[in-house]
């Protein structure tokens, strides 16, 4: 069985949606979305963290690509239908009593990947190893 990535992207989303709090989901405005933050790889189950900021984020709040940092390694570009998520945290911009909170994770990196995947360009995954000598 074949699935779309229009289709994915919605099985995604659907998934998220059932993670988040319904307190949280009443908040949601634009910009204001859930993110992995520990996952997991399926095929191994090994586990790391998400490096904030750096995933892709769609229009429509959803993510299809995470930076993880391991015990030994970063992986960049992991698609996320490679990943188990164990953790999500709710983030972004969200108004509150005429209030705009202010953004507390900086999404540079995340929204220049998500421009150029859009732009036509494959995400490739790669994994550069952490230095020995750095604790």
Known sequence: M??????????IKEELRAMTPPEVQEEKTPGF??????VGIK???????VIPGTHTLL????VTHYDVEFDNRIEEN?????????EIHNHGKREKDDEELEETVDHTV???KTKR????ETLVRR???KSPYKQ
């Not at 979305?33 to 520990?38: E, G, M």
């Open 117 to 120: 995947m859009l732009e036509g």
């Open 59 to 62: 229009e429509d709040g959803s």
């Open 2 to 11: 074949r699935i779309t990535k229009a289709r994915l992207r919605e099985i």
């Open 43 to 49: 095929e191994t189950g090994e586990r790391g963290w």
């Open 33 to 38: 979305h859930a993110c992995a933050a520990h």
């Open 78 to 86: 992991i698609p996320i239908e490679e990943l188990e998520i164990h």
């Open 110 to 112: 995340g929204l220049e």
């Open 127 to 129: 994994s550069i190893p």
